[in-house]
């Protein structure tokens, strides 16, 4: 791989990072994190990975679906964007656990789960 062609990648990496940190300063603020996971300068294809306070967010399909109609807009080189929690159940967009709500889970002791005891 010549210099040139390196340096292009380094710099549509860039883009992809600088992209993200402007437009959705919010998944920051919020205690989340995007992150590159892939860049495919041949198809075009850049796979993002939200974490933290994403995972779990019952905003974060929203957020989702913003940077990927928002991305192929913004950069040309990009025709398709793959981002995920990691809630789908698959390791490789950097984990995440599914929230769980009382009487979903079973303790140890076999009895379900009541949630928190409410303090008074």
Do not use: W, Y
Request: glycine letters at 14%; hydrophobic letters at 30%.
């Amino acid at each position: 791989m010549s210099t040139e062609t390196q340096n292009d990648g380094d710099d549509l990496e860039e883009r992809v990072t600088n992209f993200l940190r402007r437009n959705f300063p919010q998944i920051q603020m919020h205690g989340g994190s995007a992150a590159i996971q892939d860049i495919d300068r041949e198809s075009g294809e850049v796979s993002i990975a939200l974490g933290g306070a994403c995972s779990g967010c019952g905003i974060s399909p929203m957020t989702i679906q913003a940077i990927k109609s928002r991305m192929v807009k913004e950069i040309p080189e990009i025709e398709q964007v793959n981002a995920s929690t990691g809630m789908d159940g698959g390791d490789d967009m950097g984990g995440g656990t599914s929230p769980s709500f009382p009487g979903e889970t079973v303790d140890d002791d076999g009895e379900a789960d009541e949630g928190p005891e409410a303090p008074f």
